[in-house]
Structure formats: C-alpha cells, structure tokens
C-alpha cells in the first residue's frame, strides 16, 4: 500500500475527511475510491459514498476478499444511516465472517455493531444483546469501544436499566475523549441525553407531571398498579397483562387508572373504549360485556365494582393505581418519534422498524406532510423523509420495546 493511501487511511480513523480526500481525490484505483467513498460518508454525502464503495468492492481482485469484505461493511454503515433497512444483512454476516478469518478483529468488531444497531433500530432486543454478548471491547481502539458502549447503552435503555445505561454512557465518553474524534464526542453527548428527557407522562389523582427515564425504572418496580400505555399493558405486584391486542379493554383500564381512586361514569367509558358521542343501550349492553372481560383479565390485580353512576377500580395489593404514559400523544406519534431522531428515512424502512405495512405508513407520512409535521425530499425510491426533533417526542432509543416480564 502506499503512502497516500496509508495517510488517508489515517486521516479517516482520525476524523478528518477533508485531509483524507487530498490525498486521494483524483485517484480511481480500488483503495482510493473505498477511501474516498468512506471520506464522502463522514462528509454526509451517502449517495456518492454508496457509489463509490460500491466501485471499490468490483475493483478489487478475486484474491482480495479481506478489501471487498472491508467495503461491504462501510456499505452496510451507510445503508444504516441512510436508514436503508432493507439492505441484505447477510452480506455484512458474511464479510464479518471473511474478516474474522483473516484476522482483521478491528473491523469484524466494527461489523458486529453496526449489526446490532440494526437489531435495535427494528426492535429485536434479545438479538442484539446476544451479538454484543459475544465481543470483548477491552483489546479494541478508543473509537471502536466508543460504539461497543453507545450499544452497551441502547440495550439498558430499552431494558429500563438506567443505572447500567449511566455507566455504559460513562465509559463511552472516556473512550471519545482518548479517541480525539468530535464526531464520536457528539456522538456520545447526544446519547446521553436521553437520560435527562423526559421518557414518560406520570397520570395520578386527576394530575400529570412528566417523568425521567430512572424515575419510570422505579415507578414499574415499586408495587403500583400501572396502566401502561406506552407498551398497552397493566402492571402491579404479580403477572403483567398485556392488551396489546385489546384495544377496547386498554382504553376502559386507563380511563379507571385515571380516575382512581373515583369512579367513572358509564357515559365518559362508552365514549372512551368505543368512540360514541352519546350512549344508547346497545352502547350500555356492550359496556357491560367489555367490563366482564377487563374483569376477567385483571383478577389478578384488581376488580372493576359496579357504582351508581358507573365503575370504579379496586387494586388488590397495591396501594396506587397510575397511567404511564407516552410524553406526547397524537395521531401518528410512533412514526413522528423515528423521525425525531433528525435522520432521513424512506417509508420502507419505517414500515420495517414499526412493524406496519408499507401502505399504512405511507397514509400516515402524507396526513403528517400535509399538517406540515414532516417533509419529504427527493421522488420514487430514494424518497426520504425527515423532520426537526421535536421537543416531548422520544428517539428511536425510547420507543417501548417488550420488557423482560412482558
């Protein structure tokens, strides 16, 4: 290899494009066009670096595997920015594997966690951490361990384990400091800031106050009755009870769970759980008939009592009944909190990360474009869509995913 390509390669593991692409922006030989396509990536140019790693990957020779695997994975790192979640994972397990063979564990690693990114992005938690499990960061660089720990970090979010999130997050900021990289350093300090938002909304005695990450932590494991209605399922001292799929009994809980420890009337339940401005007594004959099941799915927790006017919940063991919810609730808040993340995404991989189909994310980004609340840029299937970070949203790191006792 020679010199240019050796200072540009360490421009670029220093953080400094621009003093990579003086080195080698006139040349087309393969390792200058996967630096440069790596240096027009750190740039923000993702389009152009998608091409050029592309062309680096077919111009290296067949006896090159241990190059092309290399480009693969910086092509896999863009896809992931760009939030293309549709590219082949396989191909980066496969030149993950090509890597570790040839003994390159720096990039192998830097593999592994572009993986788990992914698998967090699109909520397979268990996946994640079982990928991160298997890589031991201490003999790696500053910068490398800088991703191990951000990742480290995502995985304690989701399990609402904030004590070990906060110590990951540590780590990872003194690993950006010895690395001297801004980008990283940013990187770290915007992670950490999810910490210091406000994860949730605390609904208690007719009263609301936003809520921290840690304070949610403690809320979920001190004994309340909690509606969830970030994850749709109620909560308290024994089994958690999911109505994730029961739409009609979530709604009746948590009007309960607000009004506790008063009781509502059956006029405000018909008019939550099913939508209907006035009750007739097909309305209060199917009321009854939800009330039976919610009772039937809550026996562990509480009872719902018939009172003059309406019900009223009655914990069993706990001496609280709450509502968590989201810090913000809107038509299509699940999509607005993906966007919130300040990255462009194509609705494809929305459809992926949330779970949807193509089609319903689709109506959902034109109904927000059209109340101004998103913008698209570019036509046909390079279409991405972004927004500002909105204050009261959370990130993709807080979307609820399901808990351990789920």
């Known amino acids: 290899m020679d010199s240019l390509i050796t200072a540009a390669a360490r421009a670029l593991a220093a953080g400094d494009p621009l003093g990579a692409l003086k080195r080698v922006a006139l040349r087309g030989d393969a390792p200058a066009l996967a630096l440069r396509g790596i240096a027009m990536a750190q740039l923000g140019d993702l ?29 896999a790192e863009v896809a992931l920015v760009s939030r293309d979640l ?83 997050l540590t780590r990872a900021e003194h690993a950006a400091r010895e690395a001297d990289i801004p980008a990283l350093t940013a990187e770290v300090e915007s992670a ?11 609904i208690a005695r007719g009263e609301e106050r936003p809520l921290l990450l840690e304070e949610v932590e403690a809320l979920l494991s001190s004994g309340t009755l909690v509606m969830d209605a970030c994850r749709h399922v109620v909560r308290g001292e024994g089994p958690v009870v999911s109505l994730a799929t029961r739409p009609v009994l979530f709604a009746l809980a948590r009007a309960l769970g607000e009004a506790w420890p008063g009781d ?25 008939v939800e009330v039976g099941r919610l009772r039937l799915e809550l026996r562990m927790l509480a009872e719902v009592r018939a009172t003059k006017r309406g019900f009223t919940l009655a914990p069993r063991r706990a001496r609280e009944v709450v509502v968590l919810a989201p810090p913000a609730e809107e038509q299509h808040a699940a999509v607005l909190a993906f966007l919130a993340d300040g990255e462009s995404w194509s609705s494809s ?14 109506r959902a980004l034109d109904q927000l474009a059209a109340a101004g609340k998103v913008q698209p840029f570019g036509r046909g299937r390079a279409r991405r869509w972004v927004t500002q970070p909105m204050p009261g949203f959370p990130t993709i790191l807080l979307l609820p995913g399901r808990l351990p006792s789920d």
């Open 192 to 202: 950490s800031l999810i910490l210091k938002t406000p994860a949730a909304r605390l």
């Open 47 to 75: 389009v152009r670096a998608k091409a050029l790693l592309k062309s680096a990957a077919r111009a290296f020779g067949p006896k090159e595997a241990v190059a092309r695997a290399r480009c693969v994975v910086a092509e």
């Open 264 to 288: 509502v009337p059956r006029s405000t339940l018909v008019q939550r759980a099913f939508r209907a401005k006035h009750a007739d007594e097909s309305h209060r004959a199917r009321l009854r």
């Open 86 to 168: 549709s590219w082949p994972a396989k191909a980066l397990d496969a030149a993950r594997a090509t890597l570790e063979a040839h003994g390159d564990r720096i990039n192998a690693a830097h593999a592994r966690h572009l993986k788990v990114r992914r698998l967090l992005l699109i909520g397979r938690l268990d996946e994640a951490e079982r990928t991160l499990a298997v890589l031991d960061p201490t003999p790696l660089p500053a910068a490398s361990r800088v991703a191990h720990e951000l990742a480290v970090a995502g995985i304690a979010v989701r399990r609402l384990k904030t004590k070990e999130a906060r110590t990951a």
């Open 349 to 362: 991989a929305l459809a992926i990360a949330l779970g949807a189909s193509p089609r319903t994310v689709q």
